[in-house]
């Protein structure tokens, strides 16, 4: 009779992971359907700018004094984060693992916008 379905060499990528049935096409043809050209690079830049403002913000003392700047190139964009000097161990974190949160997060959120987005943390 055949293979399963998950053992059959096929390029649909549903069948490589078993996947029988899933709600968003995950082809490798219909990326455009996941990553629209309508989210503009400036767009994306601000929301993640807004984004390390608003965590950064909940994580210190001082919420009024967090700034972030934005060093645009083409490929990649440079974020500066500069907060109060008594609230740089906040947003370090034990071992750098909140600082590594963040980037994180950013990372997952900038691969929407097609651009690598990098955080700088300034004293």
Same mark, same amino acid.
């Given at each position: 009779?055949g293979?399963p379905?998950?053992?059959r %060499? +096929?390029?649909?990528? /549903?069948? #490589?992971?078993?996947?029988t +049935?899933?709600?968003?096409? =995950?082809?490798?043809r219909?990326h455009?359907? =996941?990553?629209?050209? $309508?989210?503009?690079? $400036? !767009?994306?830049?601000?929301?993640? #700018?807004d984004?390390?403002?608003? =965590? ?10 967090v700034?972030v700047? @934005?060093v645009?190139g +083409?490929?990649? $964009?440079?974020?500066e984060?500069k907060?109060?000097? @008594?609230?740089?161990? !906040? =947003?370090?974190? !034990? ?7 963040? /980037?994180?997060i &950013?990372?997952? %959120?900038?691969?929407?916008a097609k #651009?690598?987005?990098? &955080? @700088?943390?300034?004293e």
């Amino acid at each position: 009779m055949g293979l399963p379905a998950a053992g059959r %060499a +096929s390029r649909d990528p /549903r069948v #490589k992971f078993g996947i029988t +049935s899933c709600p968003v096409d =995950i082809g490798l043809r219909n990326h455009r359907r =996941i990553f629209p050209r $309508s989210l503009t690079a $400036s !767009k994306g830049d601000e929301a993640m #700018k807004d984004l390390i403002k608003y =965590i950064a913000q909940s994580i210190v003392d001082n919420p009024e004094q967090v700034n972030v700047e @934005e060093v645009v190139g +083409s490929y990649t $964009s440079v974020l500066e984060l500069k907060v109060a000097k @008594e609230d740089i161990g !906040k =947003i370090i974190g !034990k071992q750098g693992r909140t600082a590594q949160a963040m /980037r994180a997060i &950013l990372n997952a %959120a900038s691969g929407k916008a097609k #651009k690598r987005i990098v &955080l @700088e943390i300034i004293e």
